[in-house]
Protein backbone atom coordinates (compact mmCIF):
# COMPACT_ATOMS: atom_id res chain seq x y z
CA UNK A 1 0.00 0.00 0.00
CA UNK A 2 0.97 3.55 -0.65
CA UNK A 3 -0.33 6.60 0.77
CA UNK A 4 0.37 9.92 0.24
CA UNK A 5 0.12 13.04 2.43
CA UNK A 6 -0.24 16.47 1.19
CA UNK A 7 0.50 19.97 3.00
CA UNK A 8 1.51 23.42 2.84
CA UNK A 9 -2.22 24.70 1.05
CA UNK A 10 -3.47 28.07 2.69
CA UNK A 11 -4.37 31.60 1.86
CA UNK A 12 -2.65 33.77 0.19
CA UNK A 13 -2.71 37.10 -1.80
CA UNK A 14 -2.42 37.42 -5.02
CA UNK A 15 1.16 37.53 -6.42
CA UNK A 16 2.30 35.29 -3.51
CA UNK A 17 4.07 32.66 -3.48
CA UNK A 18 3.01 28.90 -1.81
CA UNK A 19 4.86 25.62 -1.61
CA UNK A 20 3.36 22.30 -1.70
CA UNK A 21 4.91 19.02 -0.45
CA UNK A 22 3.73 15.38 -1.21
CA UNK A 23 5.18 12.33 0.91
CA UNK A 24 4.80 9.31 -0.39
CA UNK A 25 4.59 6.48 2.26
CA UNK A 26 4.59 2.45 2.42
CA UNK A 27 5.88 0.55 -0.43
CA UNK A 28 8.10 2.29 -2.74
CA UNK A 29 9.00 1.74 -6.45
CA UNK A 30 12.32 2.93 -8.31
CA UNK A 31 10.15 4.33 -11.18
CA UNK A 32 7.01 5.77 -10.88
CA UNK A 33 5.40 9.42 -11.94
CA UNK A 34 4.17 12.23 -9.18
CA UNK A 35 2.38 14.49 -9.99
CA UNK A 36 -0.34 16.86 -8.87
CA UNK A 37 -3.85 17.99 -9.97
CA UNK A 38 -6.18 20.74 -8.83
CA UNK A 39 -10.09 20.78 -8.37
CA UNK A 40 -11.77 24.39 -8.01
CA UNK A 41 -15.07 24.98 -7.43
CA UNK A 42 -17.81 23.69 -9.42
CA UNK A 43 -14.90 22.25 -12.00
CA UNK A 44 -13.59 19.08 -13.13
CA UNK A 45 -10.07 18.25 -11.66
CA UNK A 46 -7.20 19.21 -13.96
CA UNK A 47 -3.50 18.19 -14.62
CA UNK A 48 -1.10 20.86 -13.14
CA UNK A 49 2.53 19.44 -13.04
CA UNK A 50 4.02 15.93 -13.01
CA UNK A 51 7.59 14.72 -12.56
CA UNK A 52 9.14 11.14 -13.23
CA UNK A 53 11.34 9.94 -10.56
CA UNK A 54 14.21 8.32 -12.40
CA UNK A 55 15.13 10.79 -14.54
CA UNK A 56 13.17 13.86 -13.15
CA UNK A 57 11.46 14.80 -16.66
CA UNK A 58 8.80 17.69 -15.71
CA UNK A 59 5.40 18.06 -17.38
CA UNK A 60 3.35 21.37 -16.97
CA UNK A 61 -0.27 22.54 -17.94
CA UNK A 62 -0.20 25.81 -20.42
CA UNK A 63 -1.66 27.72 -16.71
CA UNK A 64 1.28 27.26 -14.75
CA UNK A 65 3.88 27.44 -16.68
CA UNK A 66 6.39 29.45 -15.87
CA UNK A 67 4.81 30.11 -12.33
CA UNK A 68 4.89 26.69 -10.90
CA UNK A 69 8.10 24.33 -10.83
CA UNK A 70 7.40 20.63 -9.42
CA UNK A 71 10.59 18.72 -8.09
CA UNK A 72 11.00 15.64 -5.63
CA UNK A 73 13.49 14.36 -3.51
CA UNK A 74 14.09 10.70 -3.92
CA UNK A 75 15.71 10.19 -0.26
CA UNK A 76 12.22 11.46 1.18
CA UNK A 77 10.01 10.32 -1.76
CA UNK A 78 8.62 13.58 -1.79
CA UNK A 79 7.48 15.85 -4.27
CA UNK A 80 7.40 19.99 -4.24
CA UNK A 81 5.16 21.96 -6.07
CA UNK A 82 6.48 25.42 -5.86
CA UNK A 83 3.71 28.21 -6.55
CA UNK A 84 4.69 31.57 -7.73
CA UNK A 85 2.64 34.52 -9.11
CA UNK A 86 -0.08 33.33 -7.70
CA UNK A 87 -3.50 34.43 -9.07
CA UNK A 88 -7.18 34.30 -8.01
CA UNK A 89 -7.73 31.29 -10.96
CA UNK A 90 -5.67 29.00 -9.22
CA UNK A 91 -7.60 28.66 -6.17
CA UNK A 92 -8.93 25.01 -5.38
CA UNK A 93 -8.08 21.98 -3.62
CA UNK A 94 -4.75 20.34 -4.73
CA UNK A 95 -4.50 17.40 -5.14
CA UNK A 96 -1.30 14.63 -5.54
CA UNK A 97 -1.22 12.01 -7.57
CA UNK A 98 1.29 8.69 -7.95
CA UNK A 99 1.42 6.12 -10.53
CA UNK A 100 3.11 3.19 -11.26
CA UNK A 101 1.87 0.75 -13.83
CA UNK A 102 -1.74 -0.01 -13.11
CA UNK A 103 -1.28 1.42 -9.54
CA UNK A 104 -2.86 5.29 -8.96
CA UNK A 105 -2.77 6.62 -5.73
CA UNK A 106 -4.11 9.73 -4.91
CA UNK A 107 -3.53 12.13 -1.94
CA UNK A 108 -6.25 13.52 0.58
CA UNK A 109 -6.38 16.94 -1.01
CA UNK A 110 -4.63 20.74 0.25
CA UNK A 111 -6.86 23.57 -0.36
CA UNK A 112 -4.97 26.60 -1.87
CA UNK A 113 -6.83 30.22 -1.59
CA UNK A 114 -5.71 33.32 -3.64
CA UNK A 115 -7.48 36.34 -2.72
CA UNK A 116 -7.66 39.06 -5.48
Known amino acids: QVQLVESGGGLVQAGGSLRLSCAASGRTFSRYVMGWFRQAPGKEREFVAA????????YYADSVMGRFTISRDNAKNTAYLQMTSLRPEDTAVYYCNLKYRTLEVWGQGTLVTVSS
Open 51 to 58: ISWEFART
